[in-house]
């Protein structure tokens, strides 16, 4: 419906409404108050379809609005979310990288202290770590 439609519709209501409430003058009370009850239920109804039904509108060059009416199906879920999936799987996968990485590099310093001919507390010395910035210097 387009917007003009939804005037029309709207001010028809309306003149159906007054009607309506000019011929309930009459009618007993135990009528008047059913009538009133009736009524009641009638604007519930149409208050929560009516929220139900704009859930989100999104404006810009054009508009587009989200309704409750559309339902999702399963692929139209999953598809919704993948990208989530995939920002998981890559951070996983970026985390077991970078683990593998530093416990190679670990790997690589306890190889060089066990294989080299120095005994790990010479590492320790201040005074070798001189000696090596020294003999450094001279090649």
């Known amino acids: 419906m387009n917007a003009n439609q939804l005037i029309a519709a709207d001010l028809y209501g309306r003149r159906v409404a007054a009607r309506l409430s000019e011929g309930t003058a009459g009618l007993p009370y135990e009528i008047t108050e059913r009538l009133r009850a009736a009524r009641m239920q009638a604007l519930a109804q149409r208050k929560r ?32 979310a993948l990208p989530i999936l995939a920002l998981v799987a890559g951070l996983v996968f970026i985390h077991t990288i970078q683990n593998e990485t530093r416990a190679n590099e670990v790997a690589e310093v306890d190889a060089a202290l066990l294989t080299d001919d120095l005994p790990p507390s010479a590492y320790a010395d201040p005074g070798f770590i001189q000696f090596l910035k020294q003999s450094g210097n001279k090649e």
Request: hydrophobic fraction near 55%.
């Open 49 to 80: 379809v009516a929220g139900l039904r704009t859930a989100a509108t999104v404006s810009g060059a054009g508009a587009a609005t989200l309704t409750a009416d559309e339902d999702f199906s399963l692929w139209q879920m999953a598809a919704s």
